[in-house]
């Protein structure tokens, strides 16, 4: 499993930078292929907002989710499982987009994106991959990290640090 997601990981690094002109930022954007894709991250939001299970079926089958744990790292099935407890509740998490940039290849069947966004730790940054299906868009990754002014990191270095040492020592 590693190895597969190691060869996909190079050959989606490799295909991106081959196609490193095609950013949806230059000249000649197609303003409704990213208001199409804008729409997809937003309802995805939203449904994790409100507990619909529809939320993983916009990720690929072996879509990746990373979240701010280091320990957080899942495929799609797997994280479904994580989440189950929250899904339970009704409502997980709420996240609403507020910075997002959205790029593309040429022929639209990879999408690239981060985003900034309010959420219930604070704001948080993310960045992502969709894959254009024939089925609709498929999440493939995504990854979300906590902000950290550059002035706090020594301090917060510390405060994890601390914290790994005593969770080893139980």
């Given at each position: 499993?590693?190895?597969?997601?190691?060869?996909?990981?190079?050959?989606?690094?490799?295909?991106?930078?081959?196609?490193?002109t095609s950013y949806a930022d230059v000249p000649g954007?197609?303003?409704?292929?990213?208001?199409?894709?804008?729409?997809?991250?937003?309802?995805?939001?939203?449904?994790?907002?409100?507990?619909?299970?529809?939320?993983?079926?916009k990720m690929a089958q072996d879509g990746v989710y990373?979240?701010?744990?280091?320990?957080?790292?899942?495929?799609?099935?797997?994280?479904?499982?994580?989440?189950?407890?929250?899904?339970?509740?009704?409502?997980?998490?709420?996240?609403?987009?507020?910075?997002?940039?959205?790029?593309?290849?040429?022929?639209?069947s990879l999408i690239w994106f981060d985003e900034q966004?309010?959420?219930?730790?604070?704001?948080?940054?993310?960045?992502?991959?969709?894959?254009?299906?024939?089925?609709?868009?498929?999440?493939?990754?995504?990854?979300?990290?906590?902000?950290?002014?550059?002035?706090?990191?020594?301090?917060?270095?510390?405060?994890?640090?601390?914290?790994?040492?005593?969770?080893?020592?139980?």
């Open positions: 499993m590693m190895k597969t997601f190691a060869l996909k990981v190079c050959l989606l690094l490799s295909f991106v930078l081959a196609s490193f954007i197609d303003d409704e292929f990213q208001h199409q894709v804008a729409v997809f991250l937003d309802t995805w939001h939203d449904d994790a907002a409100h507990a619909n299970l529809s939320y993983f079926d990373i979240g701010t744990d280091k320990s957080e790292r899942w495929v799609r099935d797997d994280f479904k499982a994580w989440a189950k407890p929250y899904f339970d509740r009704k409502k997980a998490w709420e996240f609403h987009a507020f910075n997002r940039h959205i790029a593309y290849t040429e022929d639209r966004l309010h959420t219930q730790m604070g704001i948080c940054q993310a960045s992502g991959v969709i894959r254009n299906t024939k089925d609709g868009f498929k999440i493939e990754h995504y990854q979300l990290s906590l902000t950290v002014p550059n002035d706090m990191v020594d301090h917060i270095q510390k405060e994890i640090d601390e914290f790994d040492a005593r969770s080893a020592k139980k």
